[in-house]
């Protein structure tokens, strides 16, 4: 099954073609698909000739690249030369590295000749085929590395290759094929080659990094979201040449972006980051950074990311800081904030027809089961136009809450008191408190989370108790 992006309604009926491959034979007329003007199309063809190598041998993939080839020489048409340079990119790509390398090197010779087109069709097509050459061949396209890096950076100059010198003529095309994107990805796909290998090859190193910082600087969201992928890339292959420091704050800034695509790239980043280390990323980090994680969780609860995030910070952490984490806990459960703006739903009805109002939202009205707890949940949270996080949110906290009592309780001992238990039994009050509160909240979850913390805490006084009384006695 393809998977199209953007295509557009009236090519529609091209989608639902059924790609049946026969040994040897194809029932789509590829090659007239392939030099088709409408780019849905050629992705259809491509895409099917791609599938169709894969199915039908070496000798139908020779064939069908060297009459590639031919045609890419042959003819001048920039819509027939792209769909041929994405075609030589969809074949190796689908027939795999080893068998397609016996012709790898005429394909990254033919593909990097396109890539120097002016038109921007072809050279956009030509990169977006490169990089699918890159991702597949992996380790053997190690001798190219070099030649390919040069000539990226090359083209990211070139004023043939900028969005904001084309001509006349084609600056509809330079809008639609974004020709920094294509060579973003193609340095990504680079630098997953070169790996860890870039601790030790000084120029390309520098090459590379003085690219994506480029990339950074530019006000294309999608560009930026490539420039974030190279530098969590960057990050795990050679962290010691990366400014830790700049660019943890620089994810830390993109993490309130307006821009969704922007922002979820960010998150990744901060993700991967927290997984290695998160206590230097908090350190790292400027002081509102745990203020604004609670903020973008609570703006997307649903993100498993963002609070993997946490999670890693609390697994990593929480035996070594367990009453900072209650105080953290304490503090989330509490937090306000403005009230968003959104439509008011109609206020549930009373047994004596008064509506109340002010609920914090509309999933804590839905699962409210008492009159009186809903006008007093209604009364902490209105006034002063704040109101406290969402359930989601509070569930997740409280959640964690339970996380952390169970990796004291593992790590308790027989015969002495550990610093992590030691510092339970010290805020243990505070833990019923939210506990209790939890356990007597409108929403379900929350009082499961609250009656299962509860049950923990029993648990871990009775083996304190028990401890404690064999000392004595």
Known sequence: ??????????????????????????LIPHQTFITNPDYIIRII??????RLCNSSGNAYTNSEINRLVDVIVENRDPHARAGCA???????????GMAAGFHLKTIVGVLMSLCNDPHPVVHFWALEGLARVIDSAGLTFSAYVSGAFGMLARLYVADTHNHEAPTTGTSN???????????????????????????????????????????????????INVSSQCLDH?????????DFSGYVQWLQKELASTDKQVKQAAVYGLSNLMKRDASRVIQTASST?????WIAIDNDPGNKLLKDIIVNWLQQTGLSNTKTWIERCQKVLTKTRSKRDETASPPPVTATGAATSDLPDEEVAGFATA???ESREATDTSAGGQELLKWQTRNFVIGCLSELLTMVQGEILADQTIPAEAALQERVGDIVRMAFS????????????????????????????????????
């Open 173 to 223: 095309f330079e809008a639609e094929f974004s020709t920094p994107l294509a060579i973003g990805r193609c340095v990504d796909a680079l630098v997953n080659v070169v790996g860890p290998d870039l601790r030790d090859v000084t120029k390309t190193r520098d090459l590379v990094f003085t690219i994506v910082k480029e990339f950074q600087l530019e006000r294309d969201a999608p560009l």
């Open 371 to 373: 009159v009186t707890g």
């Open 289 to 293: 950074f745990e203020d604004e994680l």
């Open 45 to 50: 063809g491509f895409e099917g000739l791609g």
């Open 86 to 96: 994405a075609a030589l990119g969809s074949i190796h790509a689908q027939v795999g």
């Open 1 to 26: 099954m393809l998977q199209l992006k953007n295509f557009s309604r009236s090519s529609y009926r091209y989608v639902t073609l059924d790609f049946t491959l026969v040994q040897g034979i194809s």
């Open 438 to 473: 939890a356990s007597t909240a409108n929403v379900i979850d929350l009082r499961i989370w609250g009656l299962k913390i509860l049950d923990q805490v029993l648990k871990v006084n009775y083996q304190y108790a028990i401890r404690v009384n064999a000392v004595l006695n």
């Open 234 to 242: 960057l990050s795990l292959y050679a962290p010691q040449y990366m």
